[in-house]
């Protein structure tokens, strides 16, 4: 009955360092999704994977940044050589089936100094 | 292009003092329109989905509507423990817009004693 998880809940790093984020889902849940949350923003979408494979990854914002998902269950995104517009706190979300509520978890803040 | 826009940004109410929040958005399509609560330093929380017009959906105070070009949050009768960001998300019937939800700014809703 666990809920997503996330790790680390937050992360500072040095400019140009790589980082790497965790996501459990809930279990049974089929698809994954990753977002970026700004100060001021709305939460801007990254990645979604059905399963192990990534049908869109067009919210990527750049080739630095990259995702897998491995046994349809934990996910990890990394974000290579950080730079300081990285900063933001990342969400994970899942649900049972694409037209299935997204639950979230409470996020990584990622803050590059 | 999918958008979604909230109103007000932020809304100031008595405790008992009834409001609605505005979700206003365009899609090709929709497959169904989601509100979330997310409270600081957490992930969003799942509320309601409403799938076509002239739907609605209740949950203790919140009342969610919706029409063909908007979605209506309304806060009957409202307790400080309501305070929160109120977040709307479209998810698109058409190719990738099905893959992902598109979320608006949100409004800061406070509720005082």
């Not at chain 1, 900063?87 to 694409?98: D, E, F, G, W």
């Not at chain 1, 997204?102 to 590059?112: D, I, S």
């Amino acid at each position: 009955g666990a809920g997503v998880s996330q790790s680390p809940s937050n992360k500072v790093t040095e400019k140009g360092k790589d980082v790497e984020l965790r996501c459990d889902p809930i279990s049974g849940h089929t698809a994954l999704y990753w977002y970026r949350q700004s100060l001021g923003q709305g939460l801007e979408f990254l990645i979604y994977f059905q399963g192990n494979s990534a049908p869109d990854k067009s919210g990527l914002p750049s080739d630095r940044f990259s995702a897998e998902r491995t046994g349809g269950s934990v996910s990890t995104l990394t974000i290579q050589r950080t730079q300081q517009e990285d900063s933001a706190v990342y969400l994970c979300a899942s649900s049972a089936t694409v037209n299935s509520p997204l639950h979230f978890g409470n996020g990584t803040r990622l803050t590059v100094t | 292009e999918d958008q979604v826009t909230q109103s007000p940004e932020a809304l100031r109410l008595q405790e008992g003092e009834s409001s609605s929040l505005n979700c206003s958005y365009t899609v090709s399509g929709l497959r169904g329109l989601f509100w979330y609560r997310q409270d600081p330093g957490k992930g969003p929380e799942f509320l309601f989905t409403l799938y076509s017009a002239g739907e609605e959906k209740e949950k203790e105070r919140l009342k969610a509507t919706l029409t063909k070009k908007e979605s209506f949050l309304h806060i009957t009768a409202p307790k400080p423990e309501d305070s929160a960001t109120y977040l709307c998300a479209v998810q698109g019937a058409y190719g990738g817009a099905t893959n992902k939800l598109i979320f608006g700014t949100g409004t800061l809703l406070a509720v005082q004693p």
